[in-house]
């Protein structure tokens, strides 16, 4: 009994240094700087590429990235932490990560507004936002809390048409990533998503039609350097890569998001 | 009368390695139960969300084990008497979906009974659509757990004293006799645990189900779909539905305890 409780805990104790010994003795050499940058789905393909850019610019360095719904990415920096910048699709998620994990440098990057998408044959001959409220419509948004299943709400709300369409919707989509995925496979009738996510890859296999501005929903992208960062610099560098330089540039003019305001 | 010398002491290094193990498992379910807001729990369960998930999640999952039976018992005979060419081919991909990740089995039912699939265009042409329906929610969850099924049908025919069924057909028994009264019987409790543990892979199915059936309370919204939507809106839900989650499947498994123990 006593033989087998004490090899159990030798193997808690062997478990628990191995988990802990690259940690502690993690010394990084000065040129190799990693920096983990945790961003709302929306943001994956212009940041993927940005990645790659910015590591040519930064000789050495390498940047990792951590794609999904704003409020995912908020609750896991919360709870374990590792990102050095989090790049969020609302205010709301920012919000949360500067009350509880921290935050520094926050500033407001680009700006984003809503589509309609539909199969680019169209099988509901949707027209308008108002076409979304006609019976037997199939529509999938992203779930509530979800940036983007919240911001199009808010747009539905807004054009006085929100039970209607709700009554229409099918599916509540994990990201707008899911619910681009399910207008290309024709699955649905329509969704709304982010001007964004309609990319060059994209745009070929869906039809998009525009939300009025007067219902229109802008969300803005808060970007920040998440308290306990390893690599201050090189995350600072970064907020300024997306922020006014290069990447401002190639976000707003290949990626269809908007300058911030 | 002497007792049997205890030679089979049990090493230090296997003990040890075995209480890690179950500490591993058991870790996270205590985690949930510490976790969990007790105070809020009757509330948070008896939601309408968590309510009406547990609906769907019940239907879904009975439905998804008759039917696993239904077409899964037949397979597993087949397997197990039947000779042809490709018999081991077809045990092979009759068992994939057991190890297949749970979203590829969703792309795959999309692309085949999807209102754009191999078959689904013409059930949508005909007026049936599964996707985004509880039938198609039925249609993942049996997909995931057919194959358990299979395997406990075959397992248990192979191992069936054949000389019982030959004794019935030299008393002059047909063979739709044999089969229900020899054959059914002694494969009953291999039958039995077969039904509950895909009853029960049925009810935690997750993957297969969000990306073919989609996500919609009171339709496709079983109990696993909505602990994923409450984390995103409120983590204390998305506990104790969790735990209600634990209870039912241990549950399950209580259930049939004594008929894996049985055998």
Redo the contacts between chains.
């Keep these: 009994m006593t033989?087998?409780?004490?090899?159990?805990t030798?193997?808690?104790l062997a478990?628990t240094a191995c988990s802990s010994a690259p940690i502690s003795g993690g010394e990084s050499s000065p040129q190799a700087s990693e920096l983990t940058v945790f961003a709302g789905s929306s943001l994956t393909k212009g940041f993927t590429e940005l990645g790659a850019d910015f590591e040519a610019a930064h000789p050495g360095a390498t940047v990792t990235f951590n794609f999904g719904?704003s409020?995912?990415l908020a609750?896991q920096i919360d709870s374990e932490g590792g990102a050095d910048v989090f790049a969020s699709a609302s205010q709301t998620w920012m919000d949360d990560v500067a009350g509880k994990a921290g935050i520094t440098g926050r500033t407001d990057f680009v700006t984003n507004e809503l589509v309609i998408i539909t199969p680019s044959d169209d099988p509901a001959g949707i027209g308008s936002l108002d076409d979304l409220a006609s019976p037997g419509v199939?529509v999938?948004l992203a779930?509530?809390?979800?940036p983007v299943g919240d911001y199009a709400r808010e747009a539905l709300t807004n054009a006085k048409i929100d039970g209607a369409v709700l009554a229409n919707?099918?599916?509540?989509?994990?990201d707008d990533a899911a619910v681009v995925a399910?207008i290309i496979?024709?699955?649905?009738d329509a969704g709304i998503v982010y001007v964004s996510d309609v990319t060059a890859e994209v745009a070929p296999g869906v039809r998009s039609v525009e939300i009025p501005d007067d219902v229109n929903v802008i969300a803005t992208y808060p970007i920040a350097i998440v308290d306990g960062s390893s690599n201050t610099e090189l995350a600072q560098q970064w907020v300024h890569f997306v922020t006014t330089g290069d990447g401002q540039t190639r976000l707003v003019g290949e990626f269809g998001f908007l300058p911030a305001a | 009368m002497p007792h049997p010398p205890r030679t089979r002491s049990t090493p230090a290094v296997v003990a040890g390695l075995a209480a890690a193990g179950a500490a591993f498992v058991l870790l996270p379910l205590l985690a949930l139960i510490v976790r969990a807001p007790w105070s809020d729990a009757w509330s948070l369960v008896s939601s309408e969300t968590a309510l009406t998930a547990l609906r769907v999640s019940v239907v879904v999952s009975l439905l998804a084990a008759l039917l696993s039976v239904l077409l899964g018992a037949p397979l597993g005979w087949i397997l197990a008497r039947a000779r042809f060419r490709g018999r081991s081919v077809l045990r092979a991909v009759v068992i994939l979906p057991l190890v297949l990740p749970p979203v590829v089995a969703g792309i795959g039912l999309l692309a085949a009974l999807g209102r754009r699939g191999l078959v689904g265009r013409l059930l949508y042409e005909a007026g049936i659509q599964l996707t985004f329906s509880t039938a198609g929610a039925v249609v993942a969850a049996t997909f995931v757990s057919m194959p358990l099924v299979v395997i406990a049908v075959e397992a248990g025919l192979r191992s069936l004293d054949e000389r019982l069924e030959d004794a019935a057909a030299t008393l002059g028994a047909s063979p739709g006799f044999r089969l229900r009264h020899v054959v059914l019987p002694l494969l009953r409790p291999q039958l039995v645990a077969g039904a509950i543990l895909a009853w029960a892979r049925a009810l935690g199915e997750f993957g297969a189900t969000i990306t073919f059936a989609g996500n919609l309370q009171g339709r496709t919204q079983t109990l696993p779909l909505a602990v994923f939507e409450a984390r995103q809106t409120d983590p204390g839900a998305a506990i104790v539905v969790s735990l209600l989650l634990v209870a039912l499947s241990v549950g399950v498994l209580v259930a049939m305890r004594d008929r894996l123990l049985a055998r």
């Design positions: 033989r087998s409780s004490i090899a159990g030798c193997i808690i478990l719904p409020d995912g609750a199939q999938v779930a509530e809390g979800v919707v099918v599916s509540n989509a994990e399910t496979s024709g699955e649905a």
